[in-house]
């Protein structure tokens, strides 16, 4: 199994087979409406992949900057939004080192990539969220939204941080930063058992084949996470 960021650095193809089978009742498209009005909305995305999320919400932006750490990942993007290539600006960057714009957004979004830096990240969580959130705060206007996807869980029958620096993290979100949390469910639909089990063994590892052969089902429960609000102006005590 290859680490998560060796996928992300070589393996756009088995990424894009993976996130096109997740949430196939399209639950995601309906909540991420229901909290931005992305009509006009000029777009801060961190980590945005191979533009999976920003599909969602780009035909009604006024302008998208997408960053992603690799160059892998951002060519996959460009060919994937090529149809509104003259209101996307894309640029090599990590969500703790995003460039400074001269234009401030009105949005920041990121999907399942700040999760990344909580988890692998060294020694206490806080530091990195507010390294996190710090990067945000300097490019989005006053009273701008912030819009977090991440997981809480695969192959799990109820929504629940997979980690427990994930937990810790979600809590700050909701505590210190003020966000509100909402879980919906993003189940994935494979043509076949035997191919769900190939694709997520591929990302996850062999006990999570192993489970998804035993489940026998080509629909794999997934959970996903959302916290939104106003960009934080600071932490909290």
Known sequence: MPSMYEIYRRHRAEYDRLVSAEDHERHLPEFLESLVDW??????????????????????????????????????????????????????????????????????????????????????????????????????VPGGRVVLIETLGTTARAPAAPHPRLAEFYQLLQTRYGLRPAAISTDYRFPSVAEAAEILGFFFGDAMEQAVRAAGSAIVPEWTGIWSGPVPSGSRS
């Open 39 to 140: 009509r006009g909305k000029t777009v801060l995305e961190g980590g945005l992949g191979t533009g999976r999320v920003t599909e969602l919400f780009i035909e009604r932006a006024r302008r998208v900057v997408g960053c992603d750490r690799e160059p892998h990942m951002l060519e996959a993007a460009r060919e994937r939004l090529a149809r509104c290539a003259d209101k996307l600006e894309l640029r090599p960057a990590d969500n703790l080192a995003l460039p400074l714009l001269s234009d401030k957004s009105d949005v920041f979004v990121e999907g399942w990539s700040w999760g990344h830096s909580v988890v692998d990240g060294p020694g206490p969580i806080e530091p990195i969220a507010e390294a996190l959130f710090e990067n945000v705060r300097k490019n989005l």
